[in-house]
């Protein structure tokens, strides 16, 4: 079973920022937290990944709380292009990605 | 560049018959997945390979059957004892287990099979 919890579907306006949020609340110490988003008929894209700080690449933000049990994705300026399903993922060495649901993003113009 | 391939994109195929989906990467990763994924749905493991002549079943197995001969190539043969074979099936690797969690997982753009 997936470890995280997410919402089923948000919106955003079209050049806004998008936060996605994830709880991850029996995450282990040693656990990453890692996001993906699939847009449709596609294979997942990689977006973002963090253990413990805050970590910011040229698509996205994640802020990790500090007792780790939960997560924001931040799409700082959301467009057309970035409307799609979004997956929190907490990853183990050990096992397999456990997929949930994600999160389908929509983005309004 | 270095990347997964999946082919062929789309794949149709008669009810009863036997048919195989080829995954190739050029990672040199070690591990390799089969994910099937049913519209509206996340993705569900079916099969994967941690390392060459060895493999594990996923949550969802049963009427499916892989090799590892080879660390570039996992492909997944969809048997006609699957009851529901029509499905979007995605490959993906990994490098080995003990640095998977600094780097992810890569995956590749999918076949969509279909049974009629």
Not at chain 1, 72 to 78: D, G, K, Q
Request: aromatic share 10%.
């Amino acid at each position: 079973d997936a470890k995280t919890t997410q919402p089923t579907s948000m919106d955003c306006a079209e050049g806004r920022a998008a936060n996605l949020p994830c709880n991850h609340s029996t995450i282990s110490g040693n656990e990453y937290v890692y996001w993906y988003r699939q847009i449709h008929s596609q294979g997942p894209q990689y977006i973002i990944h963090g253990l413990k700080n805050n970590e910011t690449n040229e698509m996205a933000s994640l802020i990790i709380t500090e007792d780790r049990k939960s997560s924001t994705l931040i799409l700082p300026h959301a467009t057309l292009r970035d409307t799609a399903v979004y997956y929190c993922i907490v990853l183990s060495g050990n096992t397999p990605l456990v997929f949930g649901k994600g999160t389908r993003l929509s983005v309004i113009a | 560049d270095g990347g997964i391939t999946q082919s062929p994109k789309y794949l149709f195929r008669k009810e009863g018959q036997n048919v195989t989906l080829s995954c190739e990467q050029n990672l040199n990763h070690d591990a390799m997945y089969w994910y099937r994924q049913d519209p509206g749905q996340g993705l569900r493991l079916i099969y994967y390979s941690q390392i060459v002549n060895d493999f594990q079943k996923g949550d969802i197995a049963e009427g499916y059957s892989v090799s590892r001969e080879k660390k570039e190539s996992f492909p997944l043969t969809v048997t006609s004892a699957q009851k529901n074979p029509t499905a979007f099936y995605l490959c993906a690797s990994s490098i080995d287990r003990r640095q998977r969690d600094l780097y992810g997982y890569t995956f590749g753009s999918g076949t969509r099979l279909t049974v009629v």
